[in-house]
């Protein structure tokens, strides 16, 4: 059993959607936790909520995922998000933010680290020492590059990739690589990788998960059984990746895991436990369909 510290603000989702309203624990540390707890290891969530979040800490410990490195800060809200999705758009907004992440708090016994920042609590300077803290840190970027407009909704904005180096994954979605001005997901994951020197995990709802690493090139493709809630999938794709590579050092592997992860998360609305030994027998039947290609 392998730790893995999940670094990143735990957050009040207020999803709004056909299937009405609810109001549920998200943010990295949810879902990437839950998806790491639940194939078998410990999630350590570290991060900030406000008096108001306290309830947070509970449910997050009902997914698997532990809690004690989490702080509760006096005189802030917690990091609240609404989310819309009426339509094929998703939109967001931030009406409160908690304090920031600091150095101290990532000092924990950890095998390795996944960074997943949702509006900016960590920094571009903590990212740099926890690659010099830690032997794996995995990122996921979506927090480094929102911004808020004047009503708080959440723009995405470019970032400089010299911030990311040292990193051993990074995870971007459809809409990240789109900003960084790439047109495919294959070209992204093969220029940043380039660029980083590190993994690039590269996923797009009709394109499917593409990663670089080495000047090899991995894609895998799954249709979904069903689709009842999108919200965390993204998060869950790098923690079931992360777990695949920490586990075997095989790509192929550690793709077919993410694929398998996000189809069951897919199925259930709201934050839900993953069924391990299901994962990992579909992980055993799209392990064939993984695609190798050479630059």
């Known amino acids: 059993m392998m ?32 998806t790491i707890a639940s194939l078998g ?18 449910e997050l410990r009902r997914l698997g995922v532990e809690t004690k490195h989490i702080r509760v800060l006096e005189g802030y809200q917690t990091t609240r998000f609404r ?10 907004w931030v009406p409160a933010r908690c304090g920031d992440i600091s150095q101290e708090q990532m000092e924990i016994d950890a095998e390795a680290l996944y960074l997943g920042p949702v509006i900016g609590e960590i920094s571009a300077e903590l990212i740099a020492k926890a690659v010099k803290m830690f032997r794996v840190v995995a990122l996921d970027p979506q927090g480094l590059m929102r911004s808020l407009g004047p009503d708080n909704q959440v723009k995405l904005k470019p970032i400089s990739l010299d911030t990311l180096r040292g990193l051993s994954l990074l995870r971007l979605s459809e809409e990240e ?10 070209e992204a994951a093969v220029k940043i990788s380039e660029a980083l020197g590190c993994d690039v995990l590269v996923s797009s709802i009709t394109h499917g998960l593409w990663v670089c690493s080495g000047g090899v090139v991995l894609r895998g493709m799954a249709r979904a059984d069903e ?9 869950v794709v790098g923690g079931a990746y992360l777990v695949g590579l920490l586990e075997t050092g095989d790509r192929a592997y550690a793709i077919a895991l993410a694929l ?3 189809n069951h998360r897919l199925r259930f609305y709201g934050p839900t436990r993953l069924d391990d030994k299901a994962v990992r027998r579909g992980a055993e039947l799209l392990l064939e369909n993984v695609e190798r290609q050479n630059l």
Do not use: K
């Open 41 to 58: 290891h410990t999630a350590l969530a570290v991060s900030n909520v406000g008096p108001d979040g306290v309830w947070l800490l509970e």
């Open 227 to 235: 689709v009842v809630d999108t919200v965390g999938a993204g998060d």
């Open 177 to 186: 690589y789109s900003v960084f001005g790439y047109s495919s997901p294959r």
């Open 260 to 262: 398998a992860a996000v």
């Open 83 to 92: 989310i819309e999705r009426l339509d094929v758009e998703r939109r967001m």
């Open 3 to 34: 730790r893995v510290g999940v670094v990143g603000h735990v957050v009040i989702d207020e999803v709004v959607s056909r299937l009405g309203r609810r109001v549920s624990p998200g943010g990295v540390p949810t879902y990437t936790g839950l």
